[in-house]
């Protein structure tokens, strides 16, 4: 069956840096366009950005030139770089492709 399974984030001080993996399984990873959301605490879940399966890439304005979404269809992985965080990157965050959700992962961005 499908899986995602999302490693990386934790703790860091505003203006660090974090990656977030999301390994699939079960699935022709390299056929689907593939994203990232976040949920924060009393908020909707947001889209994030989105990586094609050609490997074009879209973002959120409040993430724009800051979070950089990426693919390794051999591994089939797909990551988010986040740099620059703010305390307002506080979330938790999912991967999707399809019908299909990550476990989560909180990103929390404090001093």
């Known amino acids: 069956q499908v899986q995602l399974v999302q490693s990386g984030g934790g703790l860091v001080q505003p203006g660090g840096s974090l990656r977030l993996s999301c390994a699939a399984s079960g699935m022709s990873f390299s056929r689907y366009h593939m994203s990232w959301y976040r949920q924060a605490p009393g908020k909707q879940r947001e889209w994030v950005a989105t990586i094609t399966s050609g490997s074009d890439t879209s973002y959120a304005d409040s993430v724009k030139g800051r979070f950089t979404i990426s693919r390794d269809n051999a591994k089939n992985t797909v990551y988010l770089q986040m740099n620059s965080l703010k305390p307002e990157d506080t979330a938790v965050y999912y991967c999707?492709?399809?019908?299909?959700w990550g476990q989560g992962t909180q990103v929390t961005v404090s001093s």
């Open positions: 999707q492709i399809r019908a299909y």
